[in-house]
């Protein structure tokens, strides 16, 4: 389809009359969309640009007082193309989220979990650091742990419901409410 077939159909193009739009888009579709397929291969994302490309023919006056001749589908296409282009390259500037998802997937959350203690057992003094260490890091049962320290099982059993609250709360970034940080108790 040539620009001009006679000046009352070029004046109803420029105008946007929706039949001849629609005569464009019946003789220009295929070209256009291959045109968007040369640079998307993903069809949702080249659908996208046609459509695009479509609505602002229809909708803008400028676009169609842009075209100087020739044949309509390969200026459309040209516009299709760039389109696409710049539908690719703000895609490209797009995290890959199924990158990010791998990502995800690798994590260890009880390695993060195990690096978080750790960080919290630091500002504990040194028997309530060995505690967690043999607790929640080496795996040790509360009655081995309190004959490693020469403790009884209870005061582990009180110092683990102390620091557990600690814990509860450095996790949730925010200090416990009127607790000790160095000796894991709690203040009467």
Do not use: C, N
Request: charged share 35%.
């Amino acid at each position: 389809m040539t620009w001009l077939r006679d000046a009352e159909w070029r004046d109803r193009f420029l105008r946007g009359d929706k039949d001849v739009i629609e005569e464009i888009y019946r003789a220009t579709f295929e070209e256009v969309r291959r045109a968007a397929g040369s640079v998307l291969h993903e069809p949702a994302d080249r659908d996208a640009v046609v459509h695009e490309v479509y609505l602002e023919l229809l909708s803008s006056r400028e676009l169609r007082e842009s075209h100087r001749g020739g044949q309509m589908g390969a200026w459309l296409g040209a516009i299709a193309r760039h389109q696409a282009l710049d539908f690719a390259r703000r895609e490209s500037r797009l995290t890959d989220l199924s990158a990010v998802d791998e990502i995800s997937a690798k994590a260890d959350p009880v390695a993060d979990l195990r690096r978080e203690l750790v960080r919290f057992a630091a500002k504990l003094d040194p028997e309530r650091q060995r505690l967690i260490q043999l607790r929640y890091i080496e795996g040790v049962t509360q009655m081995e742990a309190a004959a490693i320290l020469g403790k009884p099982r209870s005061t582990l059993e009180d110092w683990e419901h102390q620091f557990k609250r600690a814990l509860q709360a450095h996790l949730a970034g925010k200090k416990p409410a009127g607790g000790d940080a160095k000796s894991g108790r709690a203040a009467s």
